[in-house]
């Protein structure tokens, strides 16, 4: 960086600290197995198709790209694959069983973890009370162990603990834990949102435009920090608009228009395909970056 | 001078989110601020459109001091923004967020505003198409179109843009930047703020660079788009 | 006012001489939403009061109000509260059956004297309270009188009977109902502070009743006739003692005319005294229940006239027999009073008048 | 209250050993001006004391879990009723007995309000509660067997021992002086004697107050806060935001349960009239008042809610009237209640320097 | 059952004329939720002293039973004006000093609902001791007609005898039971068109949804609150007018438990929306004469309020609630 300008705090993360998902019991798929796979998802709001006989699938610690034109479906493609939707047709299915009609916390539980396109922190909640909801998706102390200060409720609330300042240690939020979410600069909310995210242990991680209001300098934070995340043994679904930023980082780009898919493969093969160009990425490429 | 922004300061409790800026804005300009997280490009723009209260320094509009004048009378004068983050009236329709850009026009009955929805649906044929979908439900872009929208359909003599690239896809983006130029040729005013900076700079007469709450440079946006700190910092060279 | 002095302490002990800083209460709902008939009885314990002191210039007795605001909930520590103040030798009131529920067990346990001139519950005197004592007749009287006057003077072939569910009103009206018996075309139950009544002017209009008998109050009482008026019901009115009062015809206007009211309670005729002397201390006539006051008051001056302290004031209480204004002023064992005579009004012409007693 | 908080763990103890002995004693104290001159202050401390203990219970309810709750008598009336029903009206059990079913069909009505109505919209739930305490006066108004208006008189007392006589203070004489000739018997739960009612809710006021605390910084805590805050984040964080409604809920119920038998067992009659809407609204004026979602500041909301009426009695017909200002003054100069709660209190400090900054803005 | 069937009409147009009151209330809930997205507690007293208002003026103006057809007309036209011009200036007042302080001061939205029944107890208190407050005055001797006995019913004197009109099954319609359905019909369908035209209804939704987005279109967010206040309050004068007329007696808590029932009715159309209130109001006048005929007079409430829940179920946002307003996950 040139001594013109100050020296900005770019969000610092500590990629040492070890996040590693809990093992949280169930199956886990080996390295590049399908992890999940949307199966023919349709999805429509009245008139509107939201999706339309989408298929694809996630393999177990890939970063997968799921880009397209505004109102293609992506988020929408979120929101079925956490329980936010019920898809009209078709299936998702995860580890090789159908996600079925399950809650929204259940899926959350079976290892699906998302952020918001737009942020959405428990704005009254500190930093650390925010990554402590994620931690605790999987205790399960109630009133009774609660009240009674029972083993069960310690170990969780130490274990918890210890795990959730890793995290935002991780981050480079540590020093902020205490500072209620709404106070945090909007670069800490949006990882603050990753690391509440992570926190739940998730196989799968679905960021949704982590990016959006970034500059390129911190944009090409955030791509270092998407690939820690990934070498730290998470597999990540990423939405994304900055084309620098989804070709640099991911593994394999699923393209979708008008609820569509018309592309997939690697980026290389997405950035040349026509159709892509046509529907997306605009012929004036070079001048986008 | 149709924007004088004179000494402006303004807080977030103790946080000075700005500090004793100067900038203005010529009639028939597009001047862009650009600046990282934080540094007070949003405050900036929310301050001329009356949302903050200024601690110390003046606003002025078209000869006219409005450094306190409530938010509500400034879209009168031709003051109209589009704001970051969007802000849809999500539960109203497409079409009802279009005509709630008219609200303050004093023309809003004649066949003009006509002209200007389809003008408008012309640039986003999504919203046309869309006319009737509530805003709260369109996807993250469409509604960002919809701001956009929203604030042309004003008919400002100064349009306040905050970051109206955000979200959307890179073919859009193109769009939305012909676009600002092309509505800047018939004669509207514009102050942009953008994190795609190479785009803005390329289209803009002149810009301000904002770090931390102070303007630390400024120039046309040819001069610092070809300033090699600049470029470091703020257009994406190779970090 | 002058103060006993020197001569306080001895009279307690005497036995023949007044005490002369004793107190009596006031029990009752004297602000708040029902405060008129708390009112109405402070009227006529202040005259008693009045004629007491001037006859003891030198040894006056004051009031001391507990005001309840007629809520069960406020009522025990007030009561408490009295009973704390030794000088206080007895209660008129508590006024209402509900606070008296909730208030009567201290004043027992406290052995203070009470004597209520208006809660009219029967089962009152039913709980072995010693201190009870009630100044006039309960609904187990003032009921069978009302169905009485139904069934022979007025002789409905049809009468209806409502209530407003609260727990004056529906004692009553089911002491009426049981005494129609199968006369009875229809029963209805409306709550109180209900304004609205179409559903029952039209049970009332659909069961062809000749006669409308209404346990409650007036607040409800006169929209209610109001509204039956309205809607074309030709039958006659048939209240209770917790209509009897001025602002049920100033609301109903013309629609209460020829409104039966059945009270235990003495026309103005009978003590004309007294309700002159009340007409001119508090220019109105006197009241519903100002009367009992009165008397319950003066019973509890006798006592202290008789030198009576806070522990044989019972005992004088449940022994006294005198004339007062509006009745004998004699208790049986359960503290009722033992001479009741219910009396029928009408209204005519926008007043309550008598029409006598009901035999 | 910073002070407090920086003292030694030992000496902190000490204080609050110290503060709970104040308050056991605060009625044979009476100490000028704070007892009420006009009403029994045994009487009036044990109504502040189930002012406090439901404002406890709604605390959970509408403060940490973010529920507004406008029929909250309702479960205070079940409470008292369901100990009215069995120890006089239909059955002659011992007060104590009756405690945990009237805690029992609180939870249990809890739930069944909870269940089908939680799903509604936020703000729909208020009136579909204040319907529920409605119905619970109306059915205890109109229903035979439950002795309709009459209400039901006798319900036994709590067990008790005579043990000891307590003395109190008489201020009479300006200073205070042992008055032995006033003494509360420990522990006779009798019938004008107010003040081991009191005792006796203080006692559960404590247990409450543990039991919140130990709740509260838990797992279920912050569920509740997390569902307050974003309920479809929440449950995309793994949070099963129904369940912990519903557990908020059947919680504030049980509370509100507690309260009524505590009541039925001090007052011996209880009425309709006794569980009018009027009181959810004083409730709930309690907990925001005080502060929603702090305990402290609910206790002391409940006590101004619940005292203030008491002390002033000389206000007479005025009283509702000044307490009706008193309130609209409170959520004027304290929007966010007497003692915010935690969370808030960092965001009001940059707000209020905010305010200051921009107030002193305008006039220049 | 049958006695349903052989009242059917009774019932129905009673349900209704009692529905016509609580919708024209309901609208001002509605309204100020729209707005402001809370519960105007005190709104019942903005009604009550309609009532009030009305009352005085036709007490003022001697009216009687006996007047000519062109005085009635007067009469009734005055109480309209005096209770609309009552109710009106009651809510803009609430609004100044019991909300207006709260927003300026950014308080979170329960303790507006505080500060609103803080508001309601003063508002109802200070007409429950007129005798006391005129009294300080030395005013409570020559106001006595309007003051005397401040805590008990005040009854109108009757201008209007209810005369039959028509008959519809057994029922015979009269000229009040008429006035009072057609004309809250009719004025709630003038609000409908004041509602479009003025662009208030848009304003409205837009303050509700995004204050901030709001005033950059130039929308002045205080003065869409006032106008709503005064516009609810209105509504609630015309109601209390309408009211004065079948009812003809009121009191210093007359409008708690109307309050309660208008804002059920506002709910169980779908707050926030005008037509959703008129639907309610009506409803709800129809289930409470029909419950009670099925069920007794004395659940009539309770089978109000457990329609309520019941509808709420089915439809989570009321009879018409927007299925709008919903952001996205
Ligand atoms: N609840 C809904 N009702 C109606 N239409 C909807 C709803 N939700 C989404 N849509 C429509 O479905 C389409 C897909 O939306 P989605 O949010 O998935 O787009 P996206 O790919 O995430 O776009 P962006 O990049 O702009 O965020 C859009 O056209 C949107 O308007
Ligand atoms: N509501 C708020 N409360 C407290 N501080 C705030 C608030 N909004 C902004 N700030 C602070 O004010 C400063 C300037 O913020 P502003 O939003 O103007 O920046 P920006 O240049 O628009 O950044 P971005 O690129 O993220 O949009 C930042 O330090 C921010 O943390
Ligand atoms: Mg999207
Ligand atoms: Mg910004």
């Not at chain 1, 509440?196 to 949704?208: E, G, H, V």
């Not at chain 4, 805690?103 to 739930?125: E, K, Q």
């Not at chain 4, 309709?272 to 500041?297: E, K």
Request: aromatic share 8%; proline share 4%; net charge neutral.
């Amino acid at each position: 960086m040139s001594e013109a300008f100050k020296d900005e705090p770019v969000m610092e993360i500590n990629p040492d600290v070890d996040i590693a998902p809990e093992p949280v019991g169930g199956p886990i798929v080996a390295e590049g197995e399908k992890l999940l796979e949307v199966d023919n998802v349709t999805l429509r709001f009245g008139g509107v198709v939201a999706l339309n006989e989408v298929s694809f699938h996630i393999n177990k610690g890939e970063i997968l790209g799921l880009i397209g034109p505004n109102g293609a479906g992506k988020t929408t493609c979120f929101n079925v694959m956490t329980g936010v939707y019920q898809p009209t047709s078709g299936g998702v299915r995860y580890l090789g069983k159908p996600l079925g009609k399950r809650k929204k916390f259940q899926i959350t539980k079976l290892g699906i973890a998302r952020t918001f396109q737009n942020i959405r922190l428990f704005a009254n909640m500190t930093a650390l009370e925010n990554v402590m909801v994620g931690v605790d998706a999987h205790h399960s102390t109630g009133v009774g162990s609660a009240m009674f200060r029972l083993p069960k409720h310690r170990r969780e609330e130490a274990e918890g603990l210890a795990r959730a300042m890793e995290l935002l240690e991780f981050m480079g939020l540590r020093g902020k834990a205490n500072e209620l979410a709404r106070n945090l600069p909007y670069g800490d909310q949006r990882r603050l949102e990753i690391a509440r995210a992570l926190a739940t242990s998730p196989q799968l991680l679905c960021l949704d435009e982590p990016a959006a209001g970034f500059n390129p300098a911190e944009k090409a934070k955030l791509m270092e920090l998407i690939r820690t995340i990934r070498d730290q043994g998470y597999t990540v679904l990423l939405i994304e608009h900055d084309m620098k930023l989804v070709m640099g980082v991911t593994d394999r780009i699923v393209v979708l228009e008008f609820g569509r898919k018309i592309a997939e493969g690697s980026p290389a093969e997405v950035r040349d395909n026509p159709a892509v160009i046509a529907a997306y990425l605009g012929v004036d490429e070079e001048d986008a970056s | 001078m149709l924007l004088e922004v004179n000494g402006l300061c303004v807080n977030y409790g103790r946080i000075e989110a700005i500090r004793d800026i100067t900038f203005s804005v010529e009639e028939g300009e597009i001047v862009t601020l650009i600046g990282a997280n934080g540094a007070g490009k949003t405050t900036t723009m929310k301050t001329i459109s009356g949302l903050r209260p200024v601690r110390a320094g003046s606003v002025m509009f078209d000869g006219k001091d409005i450094t306190h004048m409530p938010s509500h009378e400034r879209p009168v004068l031709g003051i109209s923004q589009s704001p970051e983050g969007r802000g849809c009236f999500v539960g109203m329709t497409v079409m009802e967020n279009l005509e709630m850009g008219t609200y303050a026009r004093p023309d809003r009955k004649s066949p003009a505003v006509k002209k200007d929805l389809e003008r408008v649906f012309e640039l986003f044929p999504r919203l046309k198409e869309r006319s009737n979908q509530a805003a709260g439900s369109m996807s993250g872009g469409e509604q960002q179109m919809l701001a956009m929208g929203r604030a042309l359909m004003a008919k400002p003599k100064l349009l306040l843009l905050d970051e109206p690239s955000m979200g959307l896809a890179p073919k859009l983006i193109q769009q939305i930047f012909d676009i600002v130029t092309e509505i800047n040729s018939q004669g509207t005013t514009v102050l942009l703020v953008e994190q795609n900076a190479a785009q803005a700079l390329k289209r803009s007469h002149r810009a301000y660079i904002l770090e931390t709450g102070e303007i630390v440079r400024e120039g046309t946006g040819k001069d610092l788009a070809a300033d090699p700190a600049v470029k470091a910092a703020y257009l994406g060279g190779d970090v | 006012g002058t103060k006993g002095g020197d001569t306080s302490s001895a009279g307690a002990s005497g036995g023949s001489q007044a005490a002369c800083d004793l107190k009596i209460g006031m029990f009752g709902a004297l602000t708040g939403p029902n405060a008129n008939l708390g009112i109405y009885i402070q009227n006529g314990v202040n005259l008693a009061l009045d004629d007491y002191n001037k006859k003891h210039p030198n040894c006056q007795v004051k009031l001391e109000n507990y005001d309840s605001q007629g809520d069960p909930t406020q009522a025990p520590g007030l009561a408490k509260k009295a009973i704390d103040d030794k000088k206080v030798v007895g209660i008129v009131g508590p006024a209402f059956s509900g606070e008296s529920k909730a208030a009567d067990p201290l004043f027992n346990e406290a052995g203070l004297v009470t004597i209520t001139p208006s809660a009219t519950n029967p089962k009152l005197a039913d709980n072995g309270w010693k201190t009870f004592f009630r100044a006039l007749g309960n609904d187990a009287t003032q009921g069978p009188a009302a169905a009485k006057y139904i069934k022979d003077t007025l002789k409905a072939t049809k009468p209806f009977v409502m209530d407003d569910a609260s727990e004056y009103g529906k004692g009553l009206a089911d002491i009426v109902r049981q005494d129609l018996g199968s006369a009875v075309v229809g029963n209805d139950t409306i709550q109180q502070k209900q304004t609205d009544f179409s559903a029952s002017v039209t049970k009332v209009k659909a069961s062809g009743a000749d006669a409308l008998f209404y346990g409650g109050y007036s607040p409800e009482a006169a929209p209610l006739i109001k509204q039956l008026r309205d809607a074309g019901w030709k039958g006659t009115f048939v209240v209770a003692d917790g209509v009897k009062d001025q602002s049920f015809i100033d609301n109903a206007k013309t629609a209460a005319e020829g409104t039966i009211i059945t009270c235990p309670c003495v026309p103005a005729d009978v003590a004309p005294e007294f309700a002159a002397a009340y007409k001119a201390k508090f220019g109105q006539d006197p009241n519903t229940y100002s009367g009992e006051g009165y008397d319950s008051a003066t019973i509890l001056l006798d006592g202290i006239a008789a030198g009576k302290t806070r522990a044989t004031m019972v005992d004088f209480v449940k022994s006294y027999d005198k004339k007062g204004v509006t009745k004998q002023l004699k208790f049986d064992a359960k503290g009722e009073s033992a001479d009741i005579k219910v009396y029928a009004y009408k209204v005519e012409n926008g007043k309550i008048v008598s029409v006598g007693e009901i035999k | 209250m910073d002070w407090v908080r920086a003292l030694p763990k030992p000496a902190k103890i000490v204080l609050w050993v110290l503060f709970l002995v104040f308050l056991f004693a605060l009625p044979l104290l009476n100490i000028p001006f704070i007892t009420t001159p006009d009403s029994d202050f045994g009487g009036v401390l044990f109504t502040v004391s189930t002012y406090v203990l439901v404002a406890l219970g709604l605390n959970i309810v509408v403060g940490y879990a973010g529920l507004l709750d406008l029929g909250y008598v309702g479960f205070y009336a079940i409470g008292a009723y369901t100990v009215g029903v069995l120890s006089s009206l239909h059955g002659s059990w011992p007060w104590l007995w009756t405690v945990p079913v009237a805690i029992g069909a609180a939870l249990i009505s809890g739930i069944l309000l909870g269940a089908p109505t939680l799903r509604v919209r936020g703000d729909y739930l208020a009136i579909v509660t204040l319907g529920f305490g409605e119905i619970v006066r109306l059915t205890l108004v109109n229903s035979q067997w439950l002795n309709g208006a009459q209400g039901i008189s006798n319900i036994p007392r709590p067990p008790g021992a005579e043990l000891f006589e307590v003395p109190s203070l008489d201020w009479s004489s300006g200073a205070p002086v042992v008055d032995l000739s006033n003494t509360t018997t420990f522990l006779k739960f009798g019938i004008t004697d107010q003040i081991p009612y009191y005792w006796l809710a203080l006692s559960v006021i404590l247990l409450v107050l543990l039991f919140d605390k130990l709740v509260k910084d838990s797992r279920v805590g912050r569920a509740w806060e997390a569902t307050r805050e974003d309920e479809d984040a929440a449950e995309l964080m793994g949070v099963p935001t129904f369940r912990f409604k519903l557990l908020a809920f059947a919680l504030g119920a049980c509370i509100g349960g507690l309260s009524g038998a505590l009541f039925a067992g001090k007052a011996g009659f209880i009425s309709p009239d006794s569980f009018v809407l009027l009181l959810s609204i004083l409730f709930i004026a309690a907990v925001v008042v005080g502060g929603a979602g702090n305990r402290w500041g609910v206790i002391l909301g409940a006590i101004v809610v619940g005292y203030f009426p008491e002390r002033f009695r000389d206000f007479a017909d005025f009283r509702v009237l000044v307490f009706g200002l008193a309130l609209m003054l409170l959520a004027i100069f304290r929007p966010q209640g007497i003692l915010p709660p935690r969370r808030a209190v960092r965001a009001i400090e940059a707000d209020e320097k905010l305010e200051a900054l921009e107030e002193g803005e305008v006039r220049v | 059952m049958q006695y349903l069937f052989d009242n059917f009409w009774a019932l129905t147009i009673t349900g209704l004329t009692l529905g016509a009151v609580y919708a024209l209330v309901a609208l001002g809930y509605t309204l100020v939720y729209g707005v402001l997205r809370l519960i105007n507690f005190a709104h019942s007293e903005v009604f009550m002293y309609g009532t009030f208002a009305a009352l005085w003026v036709v007490t003022f103006l001697g009216g009687n039973a006996t007047g000519s057809i062109a005085q009635v007309i007067f009469w009734i036209a005055m109480m309209f004006v005096a209770a609309m011009a009552m109710s009106g200036l009651i809510a803009v007042l609430l609004e100044r000093f019991a909300y207006r302080p709260l927003r300026k001061r950014n308080a979170p939205p329960l303790i507006a609902l505080i500060s609103a029944i803080g508001a309601s107890f003063v508002l109802a208190e200070i007409m429950g001791l007129r005798e006391k407050i005129t009294g300080w005055f030395g005013l409570d001797t020559p106001l006595a007609t309007y003051v005397r006995n401040s805590r008990n019913n005040a009854g109108m004197p009757e201008i209007i005898t209810p005369q039959p009109v028509f008959t519809l099954g057994d029922y015979a319609v009269t000229n009040v039971d008429i006035f009072v359905i057609v004309g809250a019909i009719a004025i709630m369908i003038m609000l409908d068109q004041f509602v479009k035209r003025s662009r208030l209804g848009r304003g409205i939704r837009a303050v509700a949804q995004d204050p901030e987005s709001a005033a950059l279109m130039g929308v002045n967010r205080d003065r869409v609150i006032q106008v709503t206040f005064l516009v609810g309050g209105v509504m609630a004068g015309a109601a209390a007018a309408f009211y004065m007329l079948k009812i003809g007696i009121t009191r210093y808590d007359a409008g708690f438990i109307l309050g309660v029932k208008a804002f059920t009715a506002a709910v169980l159309g779908g707050i926030g929306n005008l037509r959703g209130a008129l639907l309610g109001g009506f409803v709800l006048g129809l289930a409470e004469n029909y419950g009670s005929a099925i069920v007794g007079t004395e659940w009539k409430d309770v089978v109000a309020f457990l329609l309520l829940v019941v509808i709420l179920l089915f439809r989570p946002t009321g009879l018409l609630g927007e299925s709008l307003g919903k952001a996205r996950a």
